[in-house]
Antibody, heavy 119, light 108 residues
Framework: QVQLQESGPGLVKPSQTLSLTCTVS??????????WGWIRQHPGKGLEWLGY???????YYNPSLKSRVSMSVDTSKNQFSLKLNSVTAADTAVYYC???????????WGQGTLVTVSS | EIVLTQSPGTLSLSPGERATLSCRAS???????LAWYQQKPGQAPRLLIY???SRATGIPDRFSGSGSGTDFTLTISRLDPEDFAVYYC?????????FGQGTKLEIK
């Protein structure tokens, strides 16, 4: 079964760029039929969809973050990545990667990684 | 943007009881593109229901979803101790995809 695992720095300084990678195992990103997405959860709060990417590189971002977010895919490594620039304390959250069907629900999810923005 | 409002915020019930969770959308969710997730402390959300009423693989049949348009319901017919968690609804009918704020199901 497909499993996802986030990785990246747990601490990022304000104004810098948050960079995370999601490694997919048990299935190929290139097989098609799915998008690969990012969702975040502020501490003790609800969930916020950030965007998703297709294996071809086509991307769809949440308009609220569109100017700061970018996603990419590396099919040779079976990974996809998230970059969020100009971060502030408000970007402190648990970041999840997840597989998204062509229609739209997210399943499965990675375990999540906490990223703290602080100097 | 479609705003999803979940109620109640917290639901206190005992094992064996029936739970009814509500998710109301600020505008109609096209094609009943609504999902429900369960999240336990320290864990990622787990998909329970998609398409408003279809159970995800491996989800017990005590979980059921219903509704259309702007009003959706997740029902747990007989609560098992492992069901006490936070539940979120999500719409994927229009961008941006949005989630409700969650309902915490706690043991009474």
């Amino acid at each position: 079964q497909v499993q996802l695992q986030e990785s990246g720095p747990g601490l990022v300084k304000p104004s810098q760029t948050l960079s995370l990678t999601c490694t997919v195992s048990g299935g190929s990103i290139s097989s098609g039929g799915y998008y690969w997405g990012w969702i975040r959860q502020h501490p003790g709060k609800g969930l916020e969809w950030l965007g998703y990417i297709f294996h071809s590189g086509s991307t769809y971002y949440n308009p609220s973050l569109k100017s700061r977010v970018s996603m990419s895919v590396d099919t040779s490594k079976n990974q996809f990545s998230l970059k969020l620039n100009s971060v502030t304390a408000a970007d402190t959250a648990v970041y999840y990667c997840a597989r998204k069907g062509l229609i739209g629900w997210f399943d499965p999810w990675g375990q999540g990684t906490l990223v703290t923005v602080s100097s | 943007e479609i705003v999803l409002t979940q109620s109640p915020g917290t639901l206190s019930l005992s094992p064996g009881e029936r739970a009814t969770l509500s998710c109301r959308a600020s505008q109609s969710v096209s094609s009943s593109y609504l999902a429900w997730y369960q999240q336990k402390p320290g864990q990622a959300p787990r998909l329970l229901i998609y398409g408003a009423s279809s159970r995800a693989t491996g989800i017990p049949d005590r979980f059921s979803g219903s509704g259309s348009g702007t009003d959706f319901t997740l029902t747990i017919s007989r609560l098992d101790p492992e069901d006490f968690a936070v539940y979120y609804c999500q719409q994927y009918g229009s961008s941006p995809y949005t989630f409700g704020q969650g309902t915490k199901l706690e043991i009474k």
